[in-house]
């Protein structure tokens, strides 16, 4: 599994202890956008289509360990939003994994060669770049020509300097399974420590309607995507559990308790992709007072309907795998047999060039 060991076991350790307590409902990631503003305009984000004065906002590095130490979530994904457009970046993350968290720095990688500086390598720190596949389908789902070559640069810089580093890949409709595949492999021959995938959210406010999937063409785009994916070589940094659902082959309910988005705004209710009525002013509000029922595709909720994308069903492929101690141990020993699979294939790949 790309994440290491010691996360996978602070996770375990995080999930009994509330299991323990009885906690029908607790976190499990932070989702953190210490800013709505950006540097691109992708397709299928609907970030930047806010007011200028709320573009303008900015967390504090105080307001963004307050909103950790409040949720207790032993991950933190900080997005945006470019959150390197953040002044104070450096220092948000610094007090963060400072308090022992784990930090996926999420970016879309046009400025991160030269910020790397201002950053350390620490275990606790995994660049998150955003990368929606090869170079043709990158550079139009950014609206930027050039930005997928960007990236990779970026990559190359960081991993030099010591820094763990992931893709996270969003799918849309016209994208093809057999170029994602093929990016999969260049993303392991890069030397990437993992890659997230998921499909993409269907945002009012994106600027290209029309470009996400249903729900069943997700099924059958992934059926496609991951075929076989055990036995590829392909490090993902996801429950292989989700993939599993992804594919249909497992069915869960959505859990958006369990990835909390703290803005700007505050919290946003119900979900880190959706938001309706006002924001909670503390993540103990946003669990007690957010009628949960109203939502998920049980519900009939129409914005919930067509969801399979991860930050609200990773959370029960992960509630699964780590629920006893047993299936742990069964998830750890399935990870690190893909682990020895696809380091066999890529010795054997070098070997043979």
Not at 127 to 153: C, F, K, M, N, P
Not at 223 to 231: H, I, M, N, Q
Request: aromatic letters at 10%; hydrophobic letters at 35%; glycine letters at 8%.
């Amino acid at each position: 599994m790309p994440a290491p060991f010691g996360l996978q076991v602070n996770v375990f350790a995080h999930i009994l202890r509330h299991k323990l307590a009885g906690a029908q409902r607790f976190p499990l990631v932070l989702m953190l956008e210490p800013l709505f503003a950006c540097n691109l305009e992708c397709a299928g984000c609907g970030k930047i289509q806010y007011p200028p004065e709320i573009l303008r906002k900015r967390l504090s590095p105080s307001e963004c360990l307050e909103a950790s130490e409040e949720c207790g979530a032993p991950i933190v994904a900080v997005a945006g939003g470019e959150p390197l457009i953040h002044p104070e970046i450096d220092k948000i993350v610094d007090l963060l994994t400072g308090r022992g968290r784990y930090v996926h720095l999420c970016t879309n990688a046009i400025i991160l060669e030269r910020s790397l500086p201002r950053f350390k390598p620490s275990p606790n720190l995994i660049w998150s770049v955003h990368l929606d596949g090869g170079q043709a389908i990158h550079d139009r789902t950014v609206g930027r020509e050039g930005a997928y070559l960007t990236a990779i640069d970026a990559i190359r810089a960081a991993k030099a300097r010591g820094f763990r580093v992931m893709t996270n890949t969003t799918v849309f409709l016209d994208s093809d399974p057999r170029d994602i595949r093929a990016f999969f492999d260049d993303c392991m021959d890069l030397g990437v420590d993992g890659m997230i995938i998921s499909p993409g959210y269907a945002y009012d406010s994106a600027p290209r309607q029309g470009i996400f999937l249903s729900r069943e063409q997700t099924q059958a785009w992934f059926r496609d995507a991951l075929k076989d994916w055990r036995s590829m070589g392909w490090d993902f940094n996801h429950s292989p559990y989700y993939l599993d659902f992804l594919e249909g082959k497992r069915e869960y309910e959505c859990m958006p308790w369990a990835n909390p988005l703290r803005t700007v705004l505050g919290w946003q209710r119900p979900c880190y992709l959706m938001s309706e009525g006002e924001c909670a002013r503390s993540y103990r509000e946003l669990v007690e007072s957010t009628p949960w029922e109203k939502y998920g595709r049980k519900s009939g909720h129409p914005n919930c309907a067509q969801c399979m994308a991860h930050v609200g069903y990773e959370p029960a492929a992960v509630h699964e795998g780590f629920s006893s101690l047993p299936k742990f141990m069964k998830l750890v020993l399935e990870y690190k047999r893909i682990k020895r699979r696809g380091r066999g294939l890529r010795e054997a790949g070098r070997s043979s060039r």
